[in-house]
């Protein structure tokens, strides 16, 4: 087991109702707020309404209209308020894009050259404003983790960033607030909690603690994302996908082996070109990486990873095994109503050779799980095409 | 999935040499440490030393003898110490035990009554010195957890009490710190860490996802001891126990469900009138309580805990299923050496009676996965003999 540091003191306040807590949350860090939103759906969810009756005590300004793919141009307007009003709090109330985004916004708050430059190189972000989250989209993570993920279209560039200053000090988490998730987003979301988990769980060594942990969070997300599919307000569905979420990528699975993510870096480029739901470009490149990362070298990984995750018999053959896994994986996402090619969201080979050596270069392709250089990026791009 | 709070924000430095960072952990809250430890054995490793060394540059106080069930008198011993110093922050170098203890000192530094008062009402602590634990034994989880147990030989209660404020600020866990540890006492923290999951796992109601990490945690124990038992020097074997032990009861495996323990209440009870090793009273206790357990409404989750946690193949046979689980748990702790009878440490049904009211009352067993009157008790206890 290598050596770790974790630290993830968010408080989390899970279940129904839990938003009544707001003020009392909210109260310590000030009381100018700024609340973070994306397209207006929590105004028809009457979760709007709820937070500002709820803020009635606090002066509250708004951001709204955070993109799917967060971009850097929204941090600059979010900053912008922070230090023209002085806020004290960020109130992001969304998915990962509003919550990578106030991430974002927080510390360029603090900053006083191109918001950009902090995204570039994390490591010049020296303060932050404090965050609070009420999570409305069980996928990314963001509401328990020191990270986020901002897109420059002008440079075509999707990066993350991480910073112990921006993990939020406290996540709402209503399960009944995904009541309104579309089935598509479902899907997406738990496609990408998955790929959070399998990014980490194909890594250069073995973790056992954490490798079991893993399978533990998968085999959650396999149970319960397609009930949350079929009956949209199955609340135990939603809310083992909302704290499966959460725990899949606040480092948990990640204490004790080093990280090298594959698919995230290629997805990376393909929604920094097209713009795609970022789970479903995951969901169609995980098996096809899969089945070219699967060799004498990591067949027995793969072979557990069957067994484990998804119930195969132990056998002596590896590679029927890790096949059966494969296979299951990429049945799984289709099941749950994800277009498992390329083609399908009409993208073609146009900009694989550009996409692939970025990825390659940004992602440190060349370390990962099974080393990848751009050719072979573009091999794992056309087998989803 | 039951409403839940989780917040943990214990900053954990795992692995090997992470005594380093000490005063860079420790400066944020004060230059006047008071070291607690117990009976001296980290002066025979050089733990003693090098912890000194490294706080050269601190005002040190000491506080050692601390007992492996701690005392009320330690307790005020200690809260002495910090009241006439103005200690800053409590440094605890040991187990459980010590941990515990210092967590109790921290909270009584800041009390005029009598610190027992604390342990009969934990909601009476408002204010408690900040704790640094550097842990050198796997078993009891107080290096990220808010909780604690204190014994009052003269009223015969072992107590646990539990408060937020008392949670440590850091944590340093060096699986080397564990390698003198003896067989006999690998084993019996060991048996703890599993009494932690297990007393959660058989739960009111079932938590998928908590459940899964429950069975990644148990699996993770079983692999391991026998490893360091046989090989006391095994890095990984004495990292996976340690991170078990610190995943095991800091709240993760309860999110979302309600806890009822039964074990732990019983066992106090034998370690209050005898003074055993926590974790052995826990190993016998454990399958027979299971046994005790075992019916119609319960069958199911024991056989569950059969499949996912022992490997039986699934079977129809819930009952057959459930007792081979109850005997592999058995056989299990017999085979890492701990004696499975009470006869065998000297305990008869001498106190029975007055054990099983006293557990009943303090433990509100009537409350537990399976309800226990004074009587169930009597029969638990029996059948240990």
Redesign the interface.
Request: charged share 20%.
């Given at each position: 087991?290598?050596?770790?540091?974790?630290?993830?003191?968010?408080?989390?306040?899970?279940?129904?109702?839990?938003v009544e807590k707001l003020p009392e949350v909210l109260a310590p860090f000030g009381k100018k707020v700024l609340l973070v939103y994306g397209g207006g759906s929590i105004k028809k969810t009457g979760l709007y309404d709820r937070v500002l009756s709820l803020l009635k005590d606090f002066e509250v300004f708004e951001l709204s209209g955070i993109e799917p793919n967060p971009r850097v141009e929204s941090v600059y307007a979010g900053a912008k308020i922070c230090k023209e009003q002085k806020i004290e709090a960020i109130l992001a109330v969304g998915g990962g894009s509003t919550i990578d985004c106030s991430k974002a916004i927080g510390a360029a708050a603090h900053y006083d050259g191109d918001a950009w430059d902090l995204i570039l190189e994390p490591s010049k972000i020296r303060k932050a404003l404090p965050i609070v989250t009420i999570l409305t989209l069980a996928a990314t993570g963001s509401e328990m983790d020191a990270g986020g993920v901002i897109t420059n279209l002008k440079t075509k560039e999707k990066l993350g960033f991480m910073n112990p200053l921006v993990l939020p000090k406290a996540s709402i988490l209503d399960?009944t607030n995904t009541y309104t998730v579309s089935a598509w987003h479902t899907a997406a979301g738990a496609a990408d909690i998955m790929s959070h988990i399998l990014e980490v769980y194909f890594g250069h060594q073995e973790a056992?603690?954490a490798d079991?942990?893993s399978?533990?969070?998968l085999?959650?997300v396999i149970?319960?994302a397609p009930i949350a599919i079929r009956e949209p307000e199955n609340?135990?569905a939603r809310?083992?996908l909302m704290?499966?979420s959460t725990?899949a990528l606040n480092g948990?699975t990640s204490?004790?082996k080093m990280c090298a993510w594959t698919c995230h870096p290629i997805e990376h480029e393909i929604s920094a070109y097209y713009d795609i739901t970022h789970g479903v470009g995951l969901a169609i490149l995980t098996p096809r990486w899969m089945r070219y990362a699967l060799n004498e070298k990591t067949a027995d990984l793969f072979a557990t990873y069957a067994v484990n995750v998804w119930g195969f018999a132990p056998s002596e053959d590896r590679f029927r095994l890790a096949n059966a896994g494969i296979d299951a994986t990429e049945a799984f996402f289709k099941s749950i109503g994800i277009p498992m090619t390329l083609g399908e969201m009409r993208i073609n080979s146009e900009h694989f050779q550009a996409m692939a050596e970025h990825a390659v270069s940004v992602g440190s392709l060349q370390y990962a799980f099974v080393p990848l250089v751009p050719q072979d990026v573009v091999k794992i791009l056309t087998a989803c095409l």
């Amino acid at each position: 087991m290598d050596n770790f540091r974790f630290c993830v003191g968010t408080d989390i306040l899970f279940g129904k109702g839990q938003v009544e807590k707001l003020p009392e949350v909210l109260a310590p860090f000030g009381k100018k707020v700024l609340l973070v939103y994306g397209g207006g759906s929590i105004k028809k969810t009457g979760l709007y309404d709820r937070v500002l009756s709820l803020l009635k005590d606090f002066e509250v300004f708004e951001l709204s209209g955070i993109e799917p793919n967060p971009r850097v141009e929204s941090v600059y307007a979010g900053a912008k308020i922070c230090k023209e009003q002085k806020i004290e709090a960020i109130l992001a109330v969304g998915g990962g894009s509003t919550i990578d985004c106030s991430k974002a916004i927080g510390a360029a708050a603090h900053y006083d050259g191109d918001a950009w430059d902090l995204i570039l190189e994390p490591s010049k972000i020296r303060k932050a404003l404090p965050i609070v989250t009420i999570l409305t989209l069980a996928a990314t993570g963001s509401e328990m983790d020191a990270g986020g993920v901002i897109t420059n279209l002008k440079t075509k560039e999707k990066l993350g960033f991480m910073n112990p200053l921006v993990l939020p000090k406290a996540s709402i988490l209503d399960p009944t607030n995904t009541y309104t998730v579309s089935a598509w987003h479902t899907a997406a979301g738990a496609a990408d909690i998955m790929s959070h988990i399998l990014e980490v769980y194909f890594g250069h060594q073995e973790a056992f603690i954490a490798d079991r942990i893993s399978e533990a969070l998968l085999k959650t997300v396999i149970h319960y994302a397609p009930i949350a599919i079929r009956e949209p307000e199955n609340y135990e569905a939603r809310a083992q996908l909302m704290w499966a979420s959460t725990l899949a990528l606040n480092g948990l699975t990640s204490t004790g082996k080093m990280c090298a993510w594959t698919c995230h870096p290629i997805e990376h480029e393909i929604s920094a070109y097209y713009d795609i739901t970022h789970g479903v470009g995951l969901a169609i490149l995980t098996p096809r990486w899969m089945r070219y990362a699967l060799n004498e070298k990591t067949a027995d990984l793969f072979a557990t990873y069957a067994v484990n995750v998804w119930g195969f018999a132990p056998s002596e053959d590896r590679f029927r095994l890790a096949n059966a896994g494969i296979d299951a994986t990429e049945a799984f996402f289709k099941s749950i109503g994800i277009p498992m090619t390329l083609g399908e969201m009409r993208i073609n080979s146009e900009h694989f050779q550009a996409m692939a050596e970025h990825a390659v270069s940004v992602g440190s392709l060349q370390y990962a799980f099974v080393p990848l250089v751009p050719q072979d990026v573009v091999k794992i791009l056309t087998a989803c095409l």
